[in-house]
């Protein structure tokens, strides 16, 4: 299990269910498809994002030209202003703290290693962590992802706070996860 995980896979088990499904089982590279993972603990919200580059980009290599380059800024400063992609229940006041984008186009010295590993294909990662002043309110998730990036068609949400897990599955007609 990857260190980013390490929070959410911690928060199931204080709650004593079953073996949360890894990161990598959840997330298998599907294309249209994305995950996120929602881990609530005292204070924070913590989104783990995951999804095939063709579904924020419609290519998963390193851009090539003007049109590409300017596609992976478009996609960097969406996700980057994820206050307006995430929106938690009102009543819990959460407010954005940090985004943490990992991917090869974000990165290009990871672009050689990667070659040789996937095939071709190439995901994003994201970390997206609200601070809440009312954790205990938080209840939902609307996601906003479905307008900004129109080739993404479904997202497999896990849910883990210190009292319950939920999954969900949400779709453009179905963009809220509720717990
Ligand atoms: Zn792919």
Request: with cysteine.
């Amino acid at each position: 299990m990857s260190q980013k995980y390490l929070l959410f896979a911690a928060l199931a088990a204080l709650i004593g269910n079953s073996p949360i499904v890894s990161a990598h089982e959840l997330g298998a590279h599907v294309h249209g498809v994305a995950t996120l993972q929602i881990a609530v603990d005292e204070k924070n919200m913590t989104l783990y994002f995951s999804s095939p580059l063709d579904n924020l980009l419609g290519f998963e290599h390193l851009p090539r030209d003007a049109k590409q380059k300017s596609a992976v800024k478009n996609m960097a400063d969406n996700l980057n202003k994820a206050e307006q992609l995430f929106i938690p229940t009102a009543e819990a006041q959460c407010t954005l703290q940090s985004v943490k984008l990992d991917s090869l186009v974000l990165d290009q010295k990871k672009d050689s290693q990667h070659r040789e590993e996937s095939g071709g294909h190439a995901d994003l990662d994201g970390e997206f962590v609200f601070a809440c002043k009312q954790t205990g309110k938080l209840h939902d998730l609307e996601v906003k992802l479905f307008d900004t990036f129109p080739n993404l068609h479904q997202m497999k949400v896990e849910v883990a706070t210190l009292k319950k897990q939920a999954s969900a599955k949400l779709t453009p007609d179905q963009r809220r996860a509720s717990w």
